[in-house]
């Protein structure tokens, strides 16, 4: 077989190969308008109140177009009871990055209720910051988070990071960091 054949053969078969491969482009990917992710998290206190283990997580909206309207917040006990339901009582704080939830008294700088995180914003929430939740819960739990957007983005990012940190048992002020972790949500919709 000749130099020129054995490229051209080569070349088509490359070609056959790759035709099922697609390409990656920035705009590609899962795009919806809607989902629901379920998180892990854990809220207690330890070594007689001396130790603060507790969960944040962070909610980033990936779309640099569209906002994502967060529409339910549900915490649930390990034993599947419900904590917290933010279709009964609103919103729990949000309190890192912009600010989502109840609408804020603060009389220097009041901020209306809001669930709405617009194009690149990320907010967060705190376990010990949601009523019902606090620092009671000794196990595991749950909490779904329910999104939608008028057209179709890149799905609600949330990563859970579970912290451990020093605490002040006649203050309570947090310390220290004395453990970390940082998890990924899971789509169940």
């Keep these: 077989m000749s130099n020129k054949a054995l490229v051209l053969v080569s ?8 035709a099922g491969v697609p390409t990656a482009n920035a705009d590609d990917g899962d795009k919806r308008l809607g989902g629901v992710l379920r998180c892990g998290g854990i809220s207690f206190l330890r070594q007689g109140g001396g130790e603060a283990q507790f969960t944040n997580w962070d909610l980033r909206n990936l779309s640099s177009t569209t906002s994502i309207t967060v529409e339910r917040v549900t915490f649930f006990a390990a034993t599947g009871a419900v904590l917290f339901d933010s279709g009964v009582s609103g919103l729990p704080a949000f309190l890192a990055g ?12 009041p901020v209306l209720a809001n669930n709405v ?3 690149n914003q990320t907010t ?3 376990s010990f910051h949601v009523p019902g939740v606090g620092f009671v819960v000794d196990q595991p739990m749950q909490v779904e988070f329910v999104w939608s957007a008028p057209a179709r983005v890149p799905p609600l990012d949330i990563r859970t990071i579970r912290i451990a940190r020093e605490r002040n048992t006649l203050t309570t002020a947090l310390g220290a960091d004395r453990s970390r972790g940082d998890f990924s949500c899971i789509s169940i919709g």
Aim: net charge neutral; no cysteine; aromatic share 4%.
């Design 124 to 126: 967060g929430l705190t």
């Design 98 to 109: 912009v600010y989502l939830g109840p609408t804020n008294t603060n009389v220097i700088a």
């Design 11 to 18: 070349g088509i078969a490359l070609s056959l190969g790759l």
């Design 117 to 119: 995180l617009g194009p």
